[in-house]
């Protein structure tokens, strides 16, 4: 039986992978945010033209949905990998994002 993935441990494994390779001089802060920015361009192209009812039924096409599910992976490894990098745990910071954003944006 396999582990449940989390946070951590997928950033314990990238960081892993970039240190089997000598990447980690690239990794800075800088590149990974340009790479994080590079890869979302990526996820949007696959949208760019779509109608949104067509954008909506993405997923139903297994080919557009492989792409559309590697893109997102590159953009959250790259996230998880800023983060590493910054020193910033992503999901208190999205906890915390929340709470002002329900302080700014009250319900009716």
């Known amino acids: 039986m396999t582990e449940p993935l989390d946070v951590a441990k997928l950033q ?7 240190a089997a390779r000598n ?17 979302a361009s990526e996820l949007v192209e696959i949208f760019q033209w779509l109608t949104p009812e067509e954008s909506a039924r993405v997923m139903d096409d297994p080919d557009t949905a492989h792409r559309v599910t590697d893109e997102v992976a590159d953009v959250l490894a790259y996230l998880l990998q800023l983060c590493e990098v910054l020193g ?21």
Not at 12 to 18: D, H, I, V
Not at 88 to 108: G, H, Q, S, V, Y
Request: charged letters at 30%; a neutral charge; aromatic letters at 8%.
């Open 12 to 18: 314990r494994r990238l960081a892993e992978f970039a």
């Open 88 to 108: 910033i745990d992503p999901l208190a910071a999205l906890d915390e994002k929340i709470d002002r954003n329900e302080r700014r944006f009250p319900a009716p």
């Open 23 to 39: 990447w980690q001089p690239y990794h800075t802060p800088k590149n990974l945010a340009a790479a994080l920015s590079v890869e």
